[in-house]
């Protein structure tokens, strides 16, 4: 079969779609290259046909790769919907952590996630009937995030690119400081709490108001609590000296960049073309003036 450059998606046979979905598994990179560019010139059929590979090609490794060019095509998708998203005016934070995790897993039930986040919710919406003040709120959630449900900081893995995508942090029960961060977020807006996420460089924080009083939140270390000298004395300790903008409220523009830009980190760490190009694709739809450091553990 030599298919020309000018094909259209119109003149692709089954028999010619099925011998190009088995190419994805010959051990030459340069024509599993030209198999996938000539499947995504198809469209559509193209999947219809690498899912009657995946289920009935005898060759197990046939399957697999058809498998991989479908979870592929489902990303590439994912990130066309991010594109969009993150050209808007305004973004959600939840949505943006949704469509972030849904990029490395396209099957992502993303009702089944806000469920679990809605969940949550209800249960402290039940036990803060009758309670007014935030630190008194703040505590509660703790004691059902941290306690009862067992959340913490992934301090054995902290680089695992698992800890930063939303629906493994709810699965698993483990984040990293920025990741925990946006799980409270999503609760305590729910309850109408008025929490602010905080882009201190190396840990992500939490911060609330009563008064004219400003405590910050550590959902990293269970909910610890810190002062205004507490974060300082972090900051200098770590060698990052300081500035009041390091304690300033951030956007969820911005928090969704944090992730992105600490997700980018791991994967060019470890020399992944693929998430590298990737990721690097969806921070830079955010047009965020400058790229974030990264939020968690970046000396």
């Known amino acids: 079969m030599q298919p020309t450059n000018n094909s259209t998606p119109a003149e692709w046979t089954p028999s010619q779609l099925d011998a190009l979905v088995r190419l994805l598994a010959d051990e030459s990179d340069h024509i599993r290259r030209v198999a996938v560019s000539r499947l995504r010139e198809a469209g559509a059929v193209a999947l219809v046909a690498a899912r009657e590979c995946a289920?009935?090609?005898?060759?197990?490794?046939?399957?697999?790769?058809?498998?991989?060019?479908?979870?592929?095509?489902?990303?590439?998708?994912?990130?066309?919907?991010?594109?969009?998203?993150?050209?808007?005016?305004?973004?959600?934070?939840?949505?943006?952590?949704?469509?972030?995790?849904?990029?490395?897993?396209?099957?992502?039930?993303?009702?089944?996630?806000?469920?679990?986040?809605?969940?949550?919710?209800?249960?402290?919406?039940?036990?803060?009937?009758?309670?007014?003040?935030?630190?008194?709120?703040?505590?509660r959630i703790n004691g059902l995030l941290f306690g009862e449900l067992g959340f913490r900081g992934n301090r054995e893995s902290y680089y695992d690119p698992r800890n930063s995508y939303i629906n493994q942090v709810i699965e698993r029960r483990l984040g990293i400081p920025i990741s925990l961060s946006v799980l409270y977020l999503l609760v305590s807006r729910r309850l109408g709490l008025p929490l602010d996420g905080v882009g201190m460089p190396g840990h992500f924080l939490l911060r609330f108001r009563e008064g004219r009083c400003a405590t910050f939140l550590d959902p990293f270390n269970r909910g610890g609590i810190w002062s205004h000298q507490d974060c300082i004395a972090h900051l200098r300790n770590e060698g990052y000296g300081f500035r009041e903008e390091y304690l300033r409220a951030v956007s969820d523009r911005e928090i969704l960049a944090r992730m992105l830009a600490n997700l980018l980190s791991i994967y060019h760490s470890t020399q992944d073309e693929e998430r590298t190009d990737r990721v690097s694709r969806m921070l830079a739809a955010l047009r965020v003036e400058s790229a974030p450091p990264a939020a968690d553990g970046a000396k």
């Open 55 to 139: 289920c009935r090609a005898e060759d197990a490794q046939v399957r697999e790769a058809a498998a991989a060019f479908i979870r592929e095509s489902g990303r590439s998708e994912i990130v066309a919907r991010w594109e969009t998203f993150a050209g808007a005016a305004e973004v959600d934070l939840g949505e943006g952590a949704i469509l972030i995790a849904s990029a490395e897993y396209p099957d992502l039930d993303a009702d089944r996630c806000r469920s679990q986040i809605e969940d949550i919710a209800s249960v402290l919406r039940r036990r803060l009937l009758a309670i007014r003040s935030v630190s008194t709120a703040v505590e």
